[in-house]
């Protein structure tokens, strides 16, 4: 690793989704300018770059759904869509000057902690770095999860991830299967329903749709999001506030729950006419367990003459054909996976070796996977994961954890500067006693009691990616580098 090619930058950051291109965009502002942000893609955007099938767009309020310091008067709804997030995205690495500091089409290969050196020893597709501090900011909705189902390699018609959508097939006219019934698949089933000639959807667990609120806004309206001193972050406080009380249904009081699941059943009946189906789709466990899904059109694509809902498990792929477990056999020229994403399992957590030579999964095989406030694990110094373990949110707007995170690294990267420190390491007992105080708070929501299984489980069933208390706690929790729970060594001549 140690060639003369090899560059060495004070800050790694990996990945230009919303995390990374925020803590680029907050080091700048702070002076610290000895960084680089590599991206495997060709572009700023993370998951709003990638996720381009039909319908894709955002289930939070748009004006909630932008940094606090790039306010965007121009949303054209109250609910992005996934082309205005992404082109968001992309003014704003103009605006604050840091696309220069990218290097795109650039993928983590490996990153192997130097005890000797203090520092990352860093590979990529594009050379070798070395680093002070990495931020991993890869995202916890960034690898398909492609299904294990039997045949599905023999399939010879057109298939493809919803995260990956292949924008040269042509479905007009075709007999499409979407596998799935997620957040993703709520959106794509009901773009692409009039236009096909036949839609199979695979549902494998119903789940509860609440109601879309989504609306353009009106010229005066933005007119006056850019004339009116402090509108938008009146409009920010008010959508937070709401969001947050959201939590309460998750985590404190089963009856605001009960009242959510009427209006589910209710918007059944509205919008469904055929019972068969009304009765295919009730979910079986309670609101919130899985997180809810948001559309005013996925019932009504589902009770279209050309669609059907399928609720047989899949037992085999064919070339041109899916076969459900009770036996029927399902004609189809295109397969669709809505299949969600890995996340606690993501492939990029086999790329960070730390001191004790594991890599985090190894070590969350282990353990479990744990972390320190969500950002940092013991044995791998210098490093944050950013929407590490228990901080996700799944009611409002992530970008209010992201940061949350980015003070605290920002703040981190400064706090070792001023007392000249080389590293930092999460002492093991601190991130137990962290850990240990999170997890009755968790036993009591409905994410691991409600009856379901979904991407917030591990694969030890625990519920490690949400953070189970109101996000203003969380950014109470971390709004300044709490040094004493870390174990440092100091910088030597
Ligand atoms: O993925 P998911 P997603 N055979 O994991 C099914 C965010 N998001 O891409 O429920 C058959 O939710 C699986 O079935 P089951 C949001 O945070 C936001 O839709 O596991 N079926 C499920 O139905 C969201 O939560 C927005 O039984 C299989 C589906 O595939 C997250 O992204 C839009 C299967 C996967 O659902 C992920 O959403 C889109 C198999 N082998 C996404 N494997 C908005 O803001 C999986 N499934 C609007």
């Given amino acids: 690793m140690s060639s003369n090619d090899t560059r060495h930058v004070q800050v790694m950051i990996v990945g230009s989704g919303l995390s990374g291109l925020g803590t680029a965009i907050r080091?700048?502002?702070?002076?610290?300018?000895?960084?680089?942000?590599?991206?495997r893609g060709p572009d700023v955007g993370g998951t709003w770059r990638d996720n381009t099938y039909p319908g894709a767009g955002c289930?939070?309020?748009?004006?909630?759904?932008?940094?606090?310091?790039?306010?965007?008067?121009?949303?054209?709804?109250?609910?992005?869509?996934?082309?205005e997030i992404e082109?968001?995205?992309r003014t704003v690495s103009e605006r604050f000057g840091v696309r220069d500091k990218h290097i795109f089409d650039c993928a983590?290969?490996?990153?192997?902690?130097?005890?000797?050196?203090?520092?990352?020893?860093?590979?990529?597709?594009?050379g070798s770095f070395t680093a002070d501090f990495i931020v991993s900011a890869a995202g916890v909705l960034a690898e398909p999860n492609l299904p294990d189902i039997k045949g599905i390699s023999s399939f010879e018609g057109e298939i493809f991830h919803s995260a990956r959508w292949n924008h040269d097939a042509t479905l007009t006219g075709k007999k499409v299967a979407v596998i799935g019934t997620g957040s993703s698949a709520v959106q794509i089933v009901p773009s692409i329903a009039p236009e096909v000639a036949h839609l199979d959807v695979y549902q494998r667990t119903a789940t509860w749709v609440m109601p879309q609120l989504?609306?353009?806004?009106?010229?005066?309206?933005?007119?006056?999001f850019k004339r009116v001193p402090g509108l938008q972050r009146l409009i920010r406080a008010l959508i937070y506030t709401t969001r947050e009380l959201f939590v309460i249904t998750q985590v404190k009081y089963p009856w605001t729950g009960i009242a959510l699941e009427a209006v589910g059943r209710f918007k059944m009946r509205f919008e469904i006419r055929d019972p068969e189906l009304r009765r295919k789709v009730l979910p079986k466990h309670r609101i919130g367990c899985k997180r809810m899904l948001v559309s005013n059109k996925f019932y009504g694509a589902l009770d279209r003459d050309n669609v059907d809902l399928v609720t047989d498990g899949i037992a085999e792929v064919r070339s041109g054909s899916i076969v459900s477990e009770d036996g029927t056999e399902r004609e189809v020229d295109a397969i669709v996976l809505a299949t969600g994403f890995h996340v606690a399992d993501s492939p990029t957590f086999n790329l960070y070796t730390g001191r004790d030579g594991r890599t985090v999964s190894e070590a969350a095989d282990a353990e479990g996977y744990q972390m320190y406030k969500g950002t940092t694990v013991a044995n791998f110094p210098n490093i944050f994961f950013m929407l590490g373990a228990n901080s996700g949110l799944n009611y409002t707007s992530l970008i209010y954890v992201i940061e949350s995170q980015i003070n605290?690294?920002?703040?981190?990267?400064?706090?070792?500067?001023?007392?000249?420190?080389?590293?930092?390491?999460?002492?093991?007992?601190?991130?137990?006693?962290?850990?240990e105080k999170l997890q009755p708070k968790m036993a009591r929501t409905v994410w691991v009691n409600g009856g379901c299984t979904s991407w917030f489980l591990d694969k030890h069933g625990n519920n490690s990616a949400l953070w189970p208390d109101f996000s203003f706690r969380y950014r109470r929790m971390v709004r300044e580098f709490d040094i004493d729970a870390y174990d440092t060594t100091t910088k030597t001549l």
Avoid at 111 to 121: I, L, Q
Avoid at 214 to 224: G, H, I, K, Q, T
């Fill in 27 to 39: 080091l700048s502002q702070r002076g610290l300018s000895d960084f680089v942000v590599i991206e």
């Fill in 59 to 83: 289930d939070v309020p748009s004006h909630l759904y932008s940094y606090s310091f790039a306010l965007n008067p121009e949303w054209s709804r109250s609910f992005s869509p996934q082309p």
């Fill in 87 to 89: 082109q968001y995205l």
């Fill in 108 to 126: 983590l290969t490996a990153a192997r902690w130097n005890e000797a050196g203090g520092r990352w020893d860093i590979e990529t597709s594009r």
């Fill in 214 to 224: 989504s609306r353009p806004y009106l010229r005066l309206e933005r007119f006056a």
């Fill in 408 to 435: 605290y690294i920002v703040d981190a990267i400064t706090t070792m500067e001023q007392r000249n420190l080389q590293s930092f390491e999460v002492r093991l007992d601190a991130q137990v006693e962290y850990n």
